[in-house]
């Protein structure tokens, strides 16, 4: 095969964004061309022919890729799971709080579990200065967020708990009062970046359902 000349640095660059998303939007090009494997250099060099190390090469990358979307899926259907566990035990208790404080930790697999609000300090409730809530949500319906103790809210989120926490999730609940159930996982998986917006959004409307029924 005939290799193409020298190009500068600029043409060469254009010359691989235009190859690549031509790949890209053909994706059965190189299988259908396998001869063109044994042309180009293989991203990962190790014994062996060239063809073999690229395949090799690609066959890794795929691997842990799919072993990366279903660690992302269990880690969602784990905490779908836990979450469920957490709403049934609100059925029928009588202080939803309680309930929270004494069992959501474990039932969830967290490292904190409480509701804070903006109003004075009580004993099942975090106190929050005027704003926080808004600010550190956004509006949005949930936060997920890597966590760290330098953080000036760490302590006012998760108490004696914040050195621990690796990732929290912030999620707005509605009432009179600014407030927020705000969670705190040792480790991170806990608290999945993907797939877990549909189960924690479960968790803040149980909640919510469960202190509006309280007299």
Known sequence: MTRPQPQPEEEREAEAARVATYLAAHPAFLAERPGLYRALHP????HGERLADHMAALLAAARAETGTVADQARGAQELGLRVSAAAIALI?????????????????GLESVALAEEAPPSPQRRSLPRGMAKRLTGGREVVLRDASPDLPEAALLHGEAHPLIARDALLPLPGPVPRLLVLGAREASRLPVHGATAPLRLLAGALARALDAVP
């Open 43 to 46: 991203p990962v060099r190790v």
């Open 92 to 108: 029928g208790a009588a202080d939803p709080l309680a309930a929270i404080a004494a069992e959501w930790p474990e039932l969830l």
